[in-house]
């Protein structure tokens, strides 16, 4: 079994402020070990879920249910992820980020077993079609109200452990995962489609993946959860007062014996009387929060609309088993445009959140006009890739500004309310995308582009500089 989390072993000691308080190095914190670990949550829960966007177009036109419905199926799933994800990102403050993980692919897994018994008595005639697409949606929201714990635990994991100046990078490369994740999972699902299971191959055999990251992740990855009590004068968690809280630390604040130890906050950013809850709008981060809200809403409908183009473009709406390969090739290249983005772009010119944002949601909007209009499988996958690439950079942009907005202590909330954000774009941004593609392309492309520009416009305008983000804060 894991050991707790050692200390490091490093014997340079980190610079100091006035008053002794230890600054941040700008050495990595986390191993790389560990980051495996941490990657691979992540993409096990993105293949899994991109398996599914491949072959959910096909199942829907078999069953001969309107995709629509198809569509709003995922709305309750994304609805309690709006509402359970915050709630995890706190708990993961008191009970440790490793529990919270578990607990999440735990749902994943779960929640893909029953939503893939229910598509298969669905398909095979022993349910109505209707029944079985009311089992899923229920089955689904088992990963929106469990699932939804992983997500913000990873990003509080890093974000706590990465020093300011290297954090936008560091979240990137965990965004990453997802994005090797929508490369593996639309490239697997084809070959999952088995004799006996048929188009729902893929939610069995990903159950059974996240069953085997689970394992790695409770047997290697150290405990972080409380295991001793806190240093400093106790008090109630995230509510409870006593005197002097602006010189005791975090894990004061959280109880919790982890690396934390190393990476304490600078001494302006410690919160006299502990970290307040987080609201989504305030003054902070009110911004980050806006643009995410209105970008994540432009892309959700874009991956909504995407497979039932697919299908419709390329004529294989009599024949929905042979659109699995076409749709899981049309995700590869927007996967592949989003790793080039995240692994290649951002590191290489050394984006900021503002940088990434502004630029990302431009490509994007110019990737989805030219969908609009693309008409043959190459020119399909090209306007994609280009729309994903620009997706690529404004999501990790827009989570590392909201990461780098709040001080560490506040790291957990902040990783929830970015969890959430994103979840809230997935209530019904994908059925409207789909129902206005459906009586008008020109509408529903048009709406998307519109959103589009009024991220750039309005976040050009409020969003803070990469310099004043990314250095250390200073009295």
Not at 19 to 39: E, H, K, Q
Not at 101 to 107: D, N, P, S, V, Y
Not at 346 to 373: D, M, N, Q, S
Not at 417 to 441: C, K, Q, R
């Amino acid at each position: 079994m894991a050991d707790a989390d050692p200390h490091p072993t490093s014997t340079a000691p980190a610079p100091s402020t006035a008053n002794g308080t230890r600054r941040v190095s700008g050495s990595p914190t986390i191993p790389r070990g560990r980051m495996v670990l941490l990657f691979a949550v992540m993409l096990t829960t993105a293949a899994g879920n991109t398996a599914m966007q491949s072959v959910m177009p096909s199942i829907g036109t078999a069953m001969q249910i309107s995709d629509v419905w198809i569509s709003l199926a995922y709305s309750w799933s994304a609805l309690l992820w709006v509402a359970c994800a915050p709630f995890w990102a706190r708990r993961s403050d008191r009970r440790g980020r490793k529990a919270m993980m578990a607990l999440g692919l735990i749902g994943f897994a779960i929640s893909f077993t029953l939503c893939g018994v229910a598509l298969w008595l669905g398909l095979s005639g022993v349910l109505p079609a209707v029944w079985a697409l009311v089992l899923f949606a229920a089955a689904r929201s088992l990963y929106g109200g469990f699932g939804s714990a992983a997500p913000p635990a990873v990003q509080a994991y890093v974000a706590s452990r990465t020093p300011r100046d290297e954090r936008t990078q560091a979240l990137s490369l965990i965004a990453s995962s997802f994005g090797l994740g929508t490369v593996i999972g639309p490239a697997l699902a084809p070959l999952m489609v088995l004799p006996f299971l048929g188009l729902t191959g893929p939610f069995l055999i990903f159950a059974l993946m996240g069953v085997a990251t689970l394992v790695a992740l409770r047997w290697r990855l150290p405990d972080d959860e409380p295991t001793f009590p806190a240093r400093g004068r106790p008090y109630s968690y995230a509510g409870g007062s006593t005197s002097d809280h602006s010189h005791q630390r975090p894990i004061a604040e959280t109880g919790m014996a982890t690396e934390d130890d190393e990476e304490e906050e600078d001494e302006n950013e410690i919160i006299p009387g502990g970290p307040h809850k987080l609201r989504w709008f305030e003054a902070r981060l009110r911004p980050w929060v806006v643009v995410g809200l209105i970008g994540g809403h432009a892309q959700a409908m874009v991956l909504g609309i995407a497979g039932f183009l697919v299908l419709d473009r390329l004529g294989l709406r009599d024949s929905p088993a042979e659109g699995t390969g076409p749709v899981g090739l049309v995700l590869m290249a927007g996967a592949i445009a989003t790793l080039l983005a995240q692994w290649g772009l951002i590191p290489r010119f050394e984006l900021g959140p503002r940088a990434a944002t502004l630029w990302g949601i431009a490509i994007a909007g110019i990737g989805v006009a030219l969908l609009a209009i693309a008409d043959d499988m190459h020119f399909i996958a090209l306007s994609f890739a280009i729309a994903s690439l620009g997706f690529g950079l404004f999501r990790p942009g827009s989570t590392s500004g909201t990461s780098l907005a709040v001080t560490r202590a506040e790291q957990g909330q902040a990783s929830g309310i970015t969890a959430s954000v994103a979840g809230a774009s997935y209530i019904y941004a994908p059925a409207l995308g789909v129902w206005l593609y459906n009586h008008s392309d020109w509408v529903g492309f048009g709406l998307i582009v519109s959103l589009c520009a009024i991220v750039l416009v309005y976040g050009w305008l409020t969003l803070q500089s990469d310099a004043r983000l990314t250095g250390e804060r200073s009295g």
